[in-house]
């Protein structure tokens, strides 16, 4: 099934080429100028993955990203940047973003990347056969990005729902830093490793009710997800 990218850019001409380029190379493509027409959109397009120009009138990238993570979890995105103060870019994967790329760049390199992040994507899908079970004294529901403690219920991104796949399948032993990027990320850079820290400790925080579960770190190796029955 052809994939279907929601391009978020104020640039008509720069829109125009990478859309082409994009569509040439069997995507689907819906363009949107600025962050508040794409938001609009998004219930209507429903997008496999959004990639969205920090810089924009009305609703920058950042802005829009905030909202997509808040009421569209599952829909992972790329931003695409002039930008390249590294600030920007901690900030961009902080916010969830599945890469940041900054201008100008190869459009093979992006097609590449999109075609990478799709593929982890449904790859960790397959893996999940049971769309609930049980973590502790927690429900996950990964089909809705839900995980349910008695009375509260966090409603968590893609990217979260994934690493926690990831963790409690490689639950009670080590996991290497290098492995959850590579499984999770794709690559092991820096940003990325900052990016990583920064979900590790949202993870903390949402399995904090049960104090049989722990996400304890191994300095200099990686991370242990304990579940003591």
């Known amino acids: 099934m052809m994939k279907h990218i929601l391009l978020v850019e104020d640039d008509f001409d720069y829109a125009s080429v990478l859309k082409q380029y ?4 069997g ?9 508040k027409e794409a938001l609009e959109s998004l219930p209507v397009t429903k997008p ?16 829009l990203a905030e909202k997509i993570v808040d ?4 829909t992972p995105f ?13 900030k961009g994967l902080k916010l969830g973003a599945d890469d940041y790329i900054v201008k100008p760049f190869e459009v093979e390199e992006l097609i590449l990347r ?3 992040i799709l593929k982890r994507s449904q790859k960790i899908e397959e893996k999940v056969l049971e769309q609930n079970f049980t973590i502790g004294s927690y429900i996950f529901d990964y089909e809705n990005y839900l995980l349910k403690h008695e009375t509260i219920t966090h409603r968590i991104t893609e990217k979260e729902a994934q690493l926690i796949v990831f963790l409690h399948a490689n639950r009670n032993k080590l996991i290497k830093r290098e492995e959850i990027l590579r499984e999770i ?7 990325s490793g900052r990016s990583m820290d920064v979900f590790i400790s949202r993870l903390r925080k949402y399995f904090k009710e049960d104090s049989t579960i722990s996400i304890s ?10 579940i003591n029955n």
């Open 27 to 35: 995507f689907k493509v819906s363009w949107k100028k600025n962050g």
């Open 78 to 90: 790329v931003f695409l940047t002039a930008k390249s103060l590294q600030q920007d870019k901690i």
């Open 217 to 226: 770190s191994v300095r200099g190796l990686g991370f242990e997800f304990k």
């Open 185 to 191: 990320w794709g690559n092991e850079d820096f940003f």
């Open 114 to 116: 999109i075609g990478n």
């Open 71 to 74: 009421q569209f979890p599952e």
């Open 22 to 25: 994009l569509e040439f190379s």
């Open 48 to 63: 496999d993955i959004c990639i969205l120009d920090v810089m924009m009138p009305q609703m920058d990238g950042f802005t």
